[in-house]
């Protein structure tokens, strides 16, 4: 049997596609519509809030662990993020970790005055890593059955030329 490689070129490809995924902690949630406005619809992969009650502390932490900060930063900010709360906004993105690295940097600097006790990675932590994205991707998507732990699904209208 005679393989299709255009096929698969194509399918890998097409999994290696530009992918982040944003949190938008709990404390810029009041900012949550101006900074999904920073990405253009067709950058929008999904975009809801999530309240992760009991295990907002383990997602902080996972979240900074497996981003290679030391976990006992990584416990300090888990206190600090989730002293605001358990409910975070969640934006999956086809960007390239390189070009969000910059826009995240663009967004703290622009909401930092509109964040009640800002303090550095209030906002937005970016998970660069495809490895690491794809299990808090899988963890946020256990907590999500059927929506039922959505908080509020964004819809994306195009805007009229």
Same mark, same amino acid.
Not at 38 to 51: Q, R, S, T, V, W
Not at 140 to 150: E, S
């Given at each position: 049997?005679?393989r ?9 490809a ?7 995924l944003?949190?938008?902690w ?10 999904l ?7 929008i ?21 497996? +981003?290679?900060?030391?976990?006992t #930063?990584?416990? %300090?900010?888990?206190? /600090?993020?989730?002293? $605001? =709360? ?42 660069? +890593?495809?490895?690491?994205t794809? #299990?808090?991707? %899988?963890?946020?998507? /256990?907590?999500?059955? $059927? =929506? ?14």
């Amino acid at each position: 049997m005679k393989r299709n490689l255009k096929k698969d070129w194509d399918k890998l490809a097409k999994s290696q596609q530009p992918y982040s995924l944003a949190v938008i902690w709990g404390k810029a949630l009041p900012v949550w519509d101006k900074i999904l406005a920073e990405f253009l619809p067709e950058e929008i992969k999904d975009a809801y809030i999530i309240d992760l009650g009991e295990q907002a502390k383990k997602f902080v932490v996972e979240s900074y662990n497996r +981003d290679g900060i030391d976990e006992t #930063y990584a416990m %300090k900010k888990s206190m /600090q993020i989730v002293e $605001d =709360g358990t409910k975070f906004g969640i934006i999956e993105l086809n960007i390239s970790p390189e070009e969000m690295a910059q826009r995240k940097k663009n967004i703290r600097e622009k909401y930092k005055d509109k964040v009640k006790d800002y303090f550095f990675e209030s906002i937005i932590h970016v998970l660069e +890593d495809r490895k690491t994205t794809s #299990y808090i991707k %899988k963890f946020l998507d /256990q907590r999500r059955v $059927d =929506g039922q732990q959505t908080l509020k699904k964004t819809k994306f209208i195009q805007p009229p030329d």
